[in-house]
């Protein structure tokens, strides 16, 4: 694909500046290794491949396994996930897929026995900056293969 806008020109701007800010924001309210599969998940639904390339290399980058990432579009048929990992995966999907879901109370009640009310609003958070991130790369193209995780 032919990349559109270089974005990244954008992120000192106020709009840029926001998305940065609430990604942080997200990233001090959840652990990371879940917010990246969260990331992945929704990325995968979305077909965000710039988001993808991302978040595959900061879950490796954060230690996450190569097994894991592998099978995380078929996380209900693998024994690899917890629990509270599964929940907010189902999560993830639901919010993801919110025009046809419309976040049904079933996958809240799951939801609500893994995490705290507090803990639902920043997953919750992490799901709406993730597809924020989707809609721009998939619209603006940035290209896929160029990003490169910071320095530990």
């Not at 639902?120 to 924020?132: E, P, R």
């Amino acid at each position: 694909m032919t990349p559109r806008v270089d974005v990244t020109k954008y992120f000192t701007s106020g709009m840029g500046r926001a998305m940065l800010s609430l990604s942080s924001e997200v990233e001090a309210a959840i652990e990371k290794p879940l917010f990246e599969l969260v990331k992945i998940r929704a990325s995968q639904i979305n077909g965000c491949a710039y988001c993808l390339d991302m978040h595959t290399k900061d879950a490796r980058r954060a230690g996450e396994t190569e097994q894991r990432i592998y099978a995380l579009s078929a996380w209900r048929e693998t024994p690899f996930f917890t629990d509270r990992e599964r929940a907010a995966l189902e999560w993830t999907e639901a919010l993801t897929r919110i025009a046809e879901t419309h976040a049904p109370d079933d996958v809240y009640g799951r939801v609500s026995k893994q995490f705290k009310e507090e803990e639902i609003v920043a997953l919750t958070f992490a799901v709406v900056v993730i597809n924020s991130w989707n809609r721009l790369a998939i619209s603006l193209r940035p290209p896929v293969g160029s990003y490169q995780p910071a320095a530990a």
